[in-house]
């Protein structure tokens, strides 16, 4: 899955589509992969940003307030769909999707 070129809205489209059984049953979880931000987040660095937590439906993005006028990007694993928006719209590339176990 390319998340730098958009979302994934779990719709099975791309399931229907597939003449290979390469897809679960779409009751089950389609992937087990959660947001990871990395060290080249602009808010890490100083620089407002919070475009991440703005496209995040599933609100799993959130900023802690940090000394200084920084806020550190935390993702909650249990609110993560896993969707790839946050890369999508990440100005700098600072987030990918990581499988979890």
């Known amino acids: 899955m ?3 070129r958009g979302a994934c809205d779990f719709c099975g489209a791309c399931a229907e589509a597939c003449p290979e059984s390469l897809f679960a049953v779409r009751e089950s979880t ?3 992969i959660k947001a990871r931000v990395n060290a080249d987040c602009l808010s890490i660095a100083g ?6 937590a703005e496209w995040c439906d599933a609100r799993a993005v ?3 307030l940090e000394v200084g006028g920084r ?7 249990g609110a993560c769909t896993g969707c790839g928006e946050c890369v999508a719209v990440c ?4 987030i990918t999707m990581e499988e979890c176990e």
Do not use: L, M
């Open 30 to 32: 389609p992937w087990n």
């Open 47 to 52: 620089v407002t940003c919070r475009v991440c």
């Open 91 to 94: 100005p700098v590339k600072a």
């Open 62 to 64: 959130r900023f802690r």
């Open 2 to 4: 390319d998340f730098s």
């Open 71 to 77: 806020a550190r990007p935390e993702i909650n694993d």
